[in-house]
C-alpha cells in the first residue's frame, strides 16, 4: 500500500501487541498529508483504518494513553 503522495508506506507493529496473540496491530504513518494507517498484522490485505492527525490524537486520548 502507499500513502497518498505514492510513496510506500512503512508499517511497524504496535508496542501494545503481543507476537503471540489474536491482537496484532501494525501502524504506519504517512507525512503529506498526516495520516496514521492502521490494519490487522494477521490479515495486511485485509481491511485498514486511515486517520487523520487530529482524529488519532482524539482517539489516542479516549483510549487514555499519551500521544
Given at each position: 500500500m502507499t500513502s497518498a503522495n505514492g510513496s510506500a508506506l512503512k508499517w511497524f507493529r504496535s508496542s501494545y501487541s503481543s507476537n503471540d496473540g489474536p491482537e496484532c496491530v501494525e501502524v504506519a504513518i504517512s507525512p503529506s498529508p498526516a495520516t496514521v494507517h492502521v490494519r490487522d498484522s494477521k490479515d495486511r490485505d485485509g481491511a485498514r483504518l486511515a486517520f487523520t492527525d487530529?482524529?488519532?490524537?482524539?482517539?489516542?486520548?479516549?483510549?487514555?494513553h499519551s500521544a
Open positions: 487530529a482524529s488519532w490524537t482524539a482517539f489516542v486520548r479516549f483510549t487514555g
